[in-house]
């Protein structure tokens, strides 16, 4: 198939940035999204084209590096599922596609579809671990945990830390990242001694960098792994909670 | 040179705790004035910079992804094995121990393999106090599945994303440290080269992938865990951005390379659709427990699999190893496969493949168990082909997927560069000639929590009060001036052809000679076409844009340039070693039912290379292996 796609281009974070039109012509059906990236770059580097500079990395779905914004929704057309995972099939002979990076606050850019995501990684390092020494662990059999608990926290550490539900989101919130990743710590036993400070350095670390959430729900349409919105339901429980277990815990403390 | 693995003394299962108790050791207040790097933060690196950071050492993490949480490690499936033996079936430290010796090929060092299997509890404590969700029974214990070939459930697993998990353990383990300030964080980072001070490892060169601008570090030791080189082969399970670069270049440096021959072509992967085809796909080794693998009995056959009758039909791993059947090993199903592809009775349009068949299983358990079991997979598979696996066969062929070679290291992990250690699958260690299926996290995690801190604390203990060598000494500038001349010329070549041109074309090479089976003849013609292919790239190739701002494409020449030198010495050692071990297959040495023939009394030991210098050949130094406890028998799966 022949498309035409109209690609967002910028040298680097200072420049403002345009569209710019390619042809992609005899696309096969079985290709995936970013191999047909991959020709339109190696036809670009022959007509002396800077290609196209894209993030992806194991194009399965499941390291969190892809991530475009294709024809306004994050991810492309295909519900949960990964740009990477995306394949042509998609698309009919003569369609015109439109790339975009994920645009948000929180994710300044880098270079044409490529974005800077690290706030994510301050969010974790705020409190979005549990901590146990090497070699000081107990036998893992120690704590049983029913199936249930432990295939709910799966659930929520199933996210990819993509930023899908970030870009999907009006007002550029990470309400779904943070509520995955801190459900899945503190759904299980292990999680509870730090639950409440977690609760709160996590959300106080986020809003440095991300929008408020206001329940649009967007995010959860775009999540390629299907993150379910009721773990936004438990961290904001657990907020509120943690501001008066937290002053009350160090109150203990003396 | 004489390579001593430096194995401590001792009966096998006294070594490591005797090798603790005799370690010097360094006083808390005084690990802050230790400064270690780390390049890598998969699971070796950043399970081996949270605990070090953990314990007060001033770290130093690097990585070329934009976040820790995305290495390579991330895409592991299947599992993780340990010797917890949570199920009495009379599994044990010993029997984790000699399977993997064994399963090996008997290529690898015993003290080695057994520490490994000592620490490999310990792994799964740690993992799930971090909160890592393995799978469960209903009466809330950890379940366990058994796993390539194995046969005991020693397996751990969290669904089909058990290497994801295991990151985000030492992933967030190692986020704790940096916020915490103990570890200091490099990330869009890329290591190019490291720097060598009077014969030990001093630092290192990093390009900032954002700006460009070459900076230099410097350490008391140096720790890589840059994973394996399968992309040499261009099409690979791989992640895209996995390269050699860190170890080719501190091979460059004097480092030994060890064994680069030995590499796993994993069994069941989606065959590539094209020529535009960018990566592999594996699909979980777990399908062989219910599938059926077969081709048409004859070749060129263009019918339609539900067209061809069970009698035209050959199920060739059963026919051949009657005992096995499906689940034969890794390196057996593999060559397999390309026996009959080779043969023309491979299935698909570019008759590229052999079906993997669920019909009898869902005929006798239903389609409910089935999806149970594999409904995920199934998904995958059908949303990459368009085919729906549940009314017509899988379609699958092997694919590189593992590197078992990699830089040599003693006991220690220490490379032959003193103060260089080096861990998971950018080392030679554990895995010998063929590497089980759930040991590749196992190891990364054991040296990275529980070997590392120790080895690298008795390197350190005995440089106390000195310096680490100021950025500013005259190795650091130069080895910085030559990064940035290389990546000058590599812009300034603008050439007639893409870097993943030649990517391609060198894998080609690869895995037609130096994929599953090898043959002298084979080797030589590659070992004749990599030189004039790699001088072409030099003249020829195009990389445009500048290097002051993130260039996807230089990063790629420079890896690109590494796997042109590294491919070369993958091939050397695969014509060395006279004998079929593991997944290194020489066809002429195979018995007359064409199975694997070692040679140990010629080949029991480790080939180590060294690097001359460009153009000249490499020195090879033996490690001879010495087998105490495990019997050498002939892997037969008859
Ligand atoms: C599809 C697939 C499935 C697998 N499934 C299993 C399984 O079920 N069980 C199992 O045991 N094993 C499995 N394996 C193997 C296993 O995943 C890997 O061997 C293991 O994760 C490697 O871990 P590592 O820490 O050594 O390296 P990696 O995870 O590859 O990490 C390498 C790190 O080094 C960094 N790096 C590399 N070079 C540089 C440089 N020059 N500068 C800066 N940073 C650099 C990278 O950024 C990254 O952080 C699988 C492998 C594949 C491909
Ligand atoms: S919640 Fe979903 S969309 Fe958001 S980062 Fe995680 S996987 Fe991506
Ligand atoms: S490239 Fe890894 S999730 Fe898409």
Not at chain 2, 453 to 470: D, I, S
Request: proline letters at 4%; charged letters at 25%; glycine letters at 10%.
């Amino acid at each position: 198939m022949d498309l035409t796609l109209r690609v967002w281009r910028q040298s680097g974070p200072g420049d403002k940035g345009r569209f710019e039109e390619y042809p992609a012509k005899g696309i096969d059906e079985h290709m995936s999204f970013l191999e047909m990236l991959d020709i339109v770059n190696e036809r670009l580097t022959l007509e002396g084209i800077e290609p196209i500079a894209f993030d992806h990395d194991c194009r399965e779905g499941i390291c969190g590096t892809c991530g475009v914004m294709v024809d306004g929704r994050p991810h492309g057309p295909w519900e949960g599922t990964a740009t990477c995972q995306l394949h042509m099939r998609a698309y009919s002979d003569g369609d015109t596609i439109t790339i975009e990076p994920w645009r948000a606050k929180g994710f300044p850019a880098i270079k044409d579809l490529v974005v800077d995501r690290r706030a994510f990684d301050r969010i974790i390092e705020s409190g979005g671990f549990i901590s146990v020494a090497a070699g000081s662990a107990p036998d893992a059999n120690n704590t049983p945990i029913p199936q249930e608990a432990a295939e709910f926290a799966m659930d929520a550490a199933a996210c990819i830390g993509c930023g899908a539900c970030v870009a999907a989101c009006p007002n550029g919130a990470a309400q779904l990242f943070v509520a995955a990743k801190y459900s899945h710590l503190s759904l299980l036993p292990q999680g509870q001694p730090e639950r409440w400070t977690r609760a709160e350095s996590m959300v106080d670390t986020m809003e440095l960098y991300f929008g408020s959430c206001s329940n649009h729900g967007e995010c959860e349409a775009a999540c390629p792994k299907n993150i379910s919105l009721d773990f936004i339901a438990l961290l904001n429980r657990d907020y509120l909670r943690s501001k008066w277990r937290n002053r009350r815990l160090a109150g203990q403390k003396g | 040179m004489q390579l001593d693995a430096k194995i401590p003394a001792g009966p096998i299962q006294d070594k490591w705790s005797n090798y603790r108790f005799d370690l010097k050791l360094v006083a808390p207040h005084n690990r802050r004035k230790f400064e270690v790097i780390v390049v890598g933060t998969g699971l070796a690196g950043a399970a081996a910079a949270a605990t070090m950071g953990a314990a007060g050492y001033h770290v130093k993490a690097f990585t070329y992804h934009d976040s820790t949480r995305r290495a390579h490690s991330i895409a592991a499936q299947g599992g993780i094995n340990a010797a917890k033996d949570y199920h009495g079936e009379g599994d044990s430290i010993y029997r984790l121990f000699y399977d993997t010796v064994k399963g090996g090929d008997y290529r690898s060092r015993e003290a080695n393999v057994y520490r490994l299997a000592e620490v490999s509890n310990a792994i799964i404590d740690q993992c799930v106090a971090q909160g890592v969700p393995f799978a469960r029974e209903y009466g809330g214990l950890l379940h366990n599945r058994s796993f390539g070939g194995a046969q005991v459930s020693r397996t751990f697993y969290a669904r089909g994303q058990t290497g994801q998990q295991l990151l985000l353990g030492s992933y967030q383990a190692l986020a704790k440290e940096v916020g915490a300030g103990t570890v200091e964080l490099h990330t869009h980072a890329e290591m190019l080269d490291l720097v060598v001070v009077d014969g030990r490892a001093a630092g290192i060169v990093v390009r900032d992938m954002e700006t460009g601008e070459i900076r230099t570090h410097s350490a008391h030791a140096v720790i890589l865990a840059t994973g394996g080189y399968s992309n040499a082969y261009y099409l690979s399970t791989n992640a895209m951005a996995c390269n050699g670069t860190a170890a080719w270049r501190a091979h460059r440096k004097g480092a030994l390379f060890a064994n680069p021959s030995f590499t796993q072509i994993h069994p069941t992967c989606i065959p590539a659709s094209d020529e535009s085809q960018s990566k592999l796909t594996l699909m979980s080794e777990s399908l062989r427990n219910d599938g059926r693998i077969w081709v048409s009995k004859a070749a060129g056959d263009g019918r339609a699999p539900g067209d061809i009758p069970e009698d035209e039909r050959d199920y060739y791993l059963e026919r051949r190893y009657p005992a096995f059947g499906n689940l034969t090993p890794r390196d057996v199903a593999s060559r397999a496969a390309k026996v009959v592809v080779d043969e023309g009775k491979g299935v698909g349009p570019l008759r590229n493949g052999v079906y993997l068949d669920f019909a009898e299983a869902i005929g006798r358990l239903g389609k409910d168990v089935i999806e149970a079991r594999y409904g995920n997979l199934f998904e995958m598979y059908e949303r990459i082909t368009g085919d729906d696996p549940y009314r017509t066969p899988m379609r699958i062929y092997p694919a590189p997927h593992y590197t078992m070679g990699g830089l040599w290291v003693d006991y220690d992990l220490m490379s032959t560069i003193p103060g260089l250690f080096v861990a998971g699958e950018a080392n030679f260690s554990d895995h010998g000639a063929n590497r089980l299926g759930a040991s590749a996290l196992m190891q990364g995690l054991a040296d990275g929590y529980f070997v590392l801190p120790y080895t690298v604390a008795g390197y350190l203990a005995g440089m106390l009060g000195e310096r680490p060598v100021p950025t500013d000494h005259p190795e650091f500038e130069k080895a910085a001036a030559e990064t940035r001349d290389r990546l000058a010329r590599l812009l300034a070549t603008n050439g007639s052809r893409t870097v993943d041109w030649f990517h391609r074309e060198l894998g080609k090479i690869m895995i037609e000679h130096c994929g599953m089976a090898r043959s002298e003849e084979g080797l030589r013609r590659a070992l004749a076409e990599i030189p004039p292919l790699r001088e072409e790239f030099h003249r020829d190739v195009r990389v445009l844009g500048d290097n002051e701002s993130l260039n996807q494409s230089l990063e790629k020449a420079g890896r690109v340039v590494d796997f042109f030198e590294l491919a070369e010495l993958m091939c050397r050692d695969a014509l060395y070693r006279e004998e079929s071990c593991g997944g290194h297959f020489r066809v002429e040495h195979q018995t007359p039912e064409g199975e694997a023939l070692r040679n140990d009394e010629d080949f029991s030991h480790v080939a180590a290379w060294g690097w001359e210098g460009e153009g000249a050949e490499p020195s090879l130094t033996k490690e001879e292996l010495e087998f105490e406890y495990v019997e050498l028998a002939q892997r037969s799966y008859k």
